[in-house]
């Protein structure tokens, strides 16, 4: 037996919209998500990377930032290793952990 989805048109006040619009985002859901979730009576906790969604994008937007410029023949093994050291601090802290992520080979010398 197949589910079939059935539109709600639901009225709200200025202020629960909002409200609506805050809760939602901060989950990284949409408004339809949002209502399923609440009538579900689910309470799962979400990773840190779907709550801050934003976050995460921009961090991914200057890792490669930094990835390109540390790639650059120009660039001292030094600077590299310092480049991917603070990347990889600011990651622990965003994500209140250890990252794990593939180590860069062509630092360690291809080992």
Known sequence: MS???????LSVSDEDLIRLDMLREEL???RSQYIRYIISGQKKVLIPSVRYKEMVTK???IDLS???IA???EVSNEDKLY???KLQEIKEIVS???TSSP???KLEGGK
Do not use: A, T
């Open 83 to 85: 480049i991917y050291s």
């Open 103 to 105: 180590r860069d080979q």
């Open 3 to 9: 589910e079939k989805n059935n539109r709600l048109f």
């Open 96 to 98: 209140g952990c250890e």
């Open 59 to 61: 961090l991914s937007q």
């Open 28 to 30: 990284g859901m949409n």
């Open 71 to 73: 790639l650059k023949d």
């Open 66 to 68: 930094l990835r390109v």
